[in-house]
Each structure stands twice: as structure tokens, then as C-alpha cells.
């Protein structure tokens, strides 16, 4: 029996320990909830003042002197916001630099790459003895089963080959 009434006993104080810590945790939600309200009454107040500086009346010393302070600190905030844009422009700067570089690097391998494709056809056409059809007009290298030069617009239908006339 002794095991069952401290048991209940047990329940009992955790019981009461619950409640107390429930009513207490009630009563720390309504201070908070007032300390709130509060906050919310000063900043109408302030609001309300505040309203009256912007038209131009004359408030006592102490609300003129918070006013101006309100003021200053909207202006650095002005001059902080601009700044982060000149921070925003810079970073934008550097990163349309940074794309144009890529993509000039990128067109530089790809021209090379294609330089070397030509040169290496131009070494294998020369091991082969075959000589490359020229324009008859002007000279220019012809591209396989071309009908006109790209350079001056001569009929390629025969040209002589490497020979320029």
C-alpha cells in the first residue's frame, strides 16, 4: 500500500507542479501581450507627433530634437541605401566583364581550333599532291564544289588549278 500512496502522492505534486506552471506560463502571455499593446500605443503617439512635425507645427524642445534625430537617420539611410547600389552596379560590372572575357576566350580556342582543322586538311591535301582550286579572277582559295568565288563572284566552272590567271 505504501508503494500506491506514494504514488499518488507523486501525481499529486506533479499535478500541481503542472498547474502552477501552466498558470504561471498564462500570466507571462498576458505581460507580454501588454508590454505589446504598449509598444503599439507608443508608436501611435509617436505617429501622432510625428504627423505634426511633417506639417510644420512647432512641437516643445525634446519632440523637436527627436524629430530632427528621426531625420538624420533617414537621410544616412538614403545615402547607405545608395551606396549598396553603387555595390549592386559594381558587382553587375564585373560579372558582364567576366561573361565578355569568357565568351572571348571561348571564340579565341574556337578559332583556333579551326585553324588548325585548316591547316591540318592543307598538310594532308599536300602529302596527297593535290593542289587546292584557285579563282581564275582573283586567286582566292575555292572551297570544294563551290559554283562562284566568295571573294569576287567569278564563276568557279573551271578553274585552273593552282595556277591564278
Known amino acids: 500500500m505504501a508503494f500506491f500512496?506514494?504514488?499518488g502522492e507523486m501525481t499529486k505534486i506533479v499535478s500541481e507542479k503542472a498547474n502552477d506552471s501552466l498558470a504561471t506560463n498564462n500570466l507571462i502571455a498576458e505581460?507580454?501581450?501588454?508590454?505589446?499593446?504598449?509598444q503599439a500605443l507608443q508608436r501611435e503617439l509617436g505617429e501622432h507627433y510625428?504627423?505634426?512635425?511633417?506639417v510644420g507645427e512647432k512641437l516643445d524642445d525634446e519632440a523637436m530634437f527627436i524629430?530632427?534625430?528621426?531625420?538624420?537617420a533617414q537621410d544616412k539611410i538614403k545615402v547607405l541605401e545608395g551606396q549598396i547600389n553603387q555595390i549592386k552596379a559594381e558587382?553587375?560590372?564585373?560579372?558582364?566583364?567576366?561573361?565578355a572575357e569568357k565568351a572571348e576566350k571561348k571564340a579565341a580556342e574556337e578559332a583556333e581550333k579551326a585553324a588548325e582543322k585548316v591547316e591540318e586538311a592543307e598538310k594532308a591535301a599536300e602529302k596527297a599532291g593535290i593542289e587546292k582550286p584557285v579563282c581564275r579572277g582573283c586567286g582566292a582559295d575555292l572551297a570544294e564544289g563551290v559554283k562562284f568565288c566568295s571573294q569576287c563572284g567569278t564563276p568557279a566552272?573551271?578553274?585552273v588549278e593552282?595556277?591564278?590567271e
Open 50 to 54: 510625428w504627423a505634426k512635425f511633417a
Open 162 to 164: 593552282g595556277v591564278v
Open 31 to 38: 505581460i507580454n501581450l501588454t508590454k505589446g499593446n504598449i
Open 67 to 72: 524629430c530632427d534625430k528621426i531625420v538624420l
Open 91 to 99: 558587382g553587375e560590372a564585373r560579372k558582364a566583364e567576366r561573361a
Open 157 to 159: 566552272a573551271e578553274p
Open 5 to 7: 500512496d506514494k504514488l
